[in-house]
């Protein structure tokens, strides 16, 4: 097959800044062209990458994006105007996956391939002028739910299709880790690191005398954090805590490492309507971390509560106390039952393997494709 990726004008490929929805799609797409079919990559320029290359059986298209800015607004028209560029490097295909929010509009004025609508976000009331596409794709049942109610009439073209792991899990004995806490994924008021924070200072110091946490992530604005004057806040509010605040890891060896070196990774996202899927505590999984999450939707397509993970209630009056106990439950447990957790969540993590996943997709593909 002939499958066009056409990625957003914010983050570029190779994802070089990160990005879940760019290391998915980046790291399938090899796999695409690793079983055969014609891959044409269309993204943003960015730094000293060609516009023009033949990369590892990948053939790439790069054309001028954007840093994200703060305004939604503002955000649309660039898209737009990323789009508009984008478009003309679209080549005939069998299938064009897109997850940008113009260019679905643009291929139906010039048809160039089976539409493969990737829903990265929550709809906004957007999915009503994707009704011509050929697949509309969610990474979890929450928002495969969310797309049918705005257009339950589309229900057939709708599909869930998760994300993959886009490191390779490694089995370090837990034993043999660290005792850390890590949160890995953007400093955003969202992602509840406040509440994480707090729920730490509320655990008995004599609880916590061997144990440290490692918060990792970007602040900037532009590649999706609240900012530096944010994160500095948080630093300052948290000085008295065994807090260490490391900047954003893009490097898989030096990912891996630090998933590998933990024991339990926390993710206490607050965004009802911004969680799509929850690349971040897959990936701890698969590495072998015990994940504790909040109880958002999206986090039931793979984590189950005291089996392969935690999770504590985010929707409570005094959320900050349910992530506390939920902390202090699982650090107090004996070493036998941690080690449990940690394997289930390695066998959970198997099943979203980037091969099982890039397959599962070229079965959808091929059904849309005459």
């Known amino acids: 097959m002939k499958i066009t990726i056409v990625q957003g004008a914010f983050l570029p490929i190779p994802p070089l800044q990160g990005g879940a929805i760019e290391k998915a799609w980046f790291s399938m797409a090899q796999e695409f062209s690793n079983s055969g079919h014609k891959v044409h990559y269309i993204s943003k320029h960015f730094a000293d990458l060609k516009k023009h290359e033949f990369a590892n059986g990948i053939y790439h298209s790069r054309v001028t994006g954007y840093q994200s800015p703060k305004n939604i607004l503002q955000l649309k028209i660039l898209d737009l105007f990323y789009s508009l560029r984008a478009f003309k490097k679209i080549p005939p295909s069998d299938v064009i996956v897109t997850h940008t929010f113009w260019m679905p509009l643009l291929l139906k004025i010039k048809n160039k391939g089976a539409l493969y609508v990737h829903v990265g976000r929550f709809p906004k009331g957007q999915m009503k002028f994707y009704k011509h596409a050929d697949r509309l794709q969610a990474p979890s049942r929450s928002i495969a739910k969310a797309i049918e109610n705005e257009i339950p ?4 073209k709708i599909c869930n299709l998760p994300y993959p792991i886009t490191l390779p ?8 880790r660290s005792k850390t806490i890590l949160y890995c994924g953007r400093i955003h008021q969202e992602k509840g690191i406040q509440i994480l924070i707090d729920a730490i200072r509320l655990l008995p110091k004599n609880l916590l005398e061997d144990w440290n946490i490692k918060i990792v992530g ?38 891996n490492k630090i998933y590998q070196d933990a ?17 971040a505590p897959l990936e701890a999984m698969s ?73 599962r997709f070229i079965q959808d593909f091929q059904t849309l494709v005459h």
């Open 263 to 279: 024991r339990i990774f926390t993710y206490p996202s607050l965004a009802e309507r911004g969680e799509t899927f929850g690349l």
């Open 169 to 176: 899990s490694y089995n370090r004995e837990y034993k043999n």
């Open 218 to 255: 970007a602040s900037k604005v532009s590649l999706g954090g609240s900012g530096l004057v944010f994160k500095e806040e948080l630093a300052m509010n948290s000085a008295d805590l065994p807090i260490q605040w490391m900047d954003p890891i893009y490097d898989t060896k030096q990912l």
């Open 287 to 359: 590495n072998g971390c015990i994940p504790i999450v909040s109880g958002l939707e999206c986090f039931d397509d793979f984590i189950s509560d005291r089996k392969n993970g935690f999770r504590f209630n985010h929707r409570e009056k005094d959320a900050t106390q349910s992530l506390a106990t939920t902390l202090s439950l699982l650090i107090r447990s004996e070493l036998k039952e941690q080690i449990e957790y940690h394997l289930e969540a390695i066998e959970t993590s198997n099943r979203f393997q980037v091969k099982t996943m890039s397959k």
């Open 153 to 156: 009439e589309l229900k057939k």
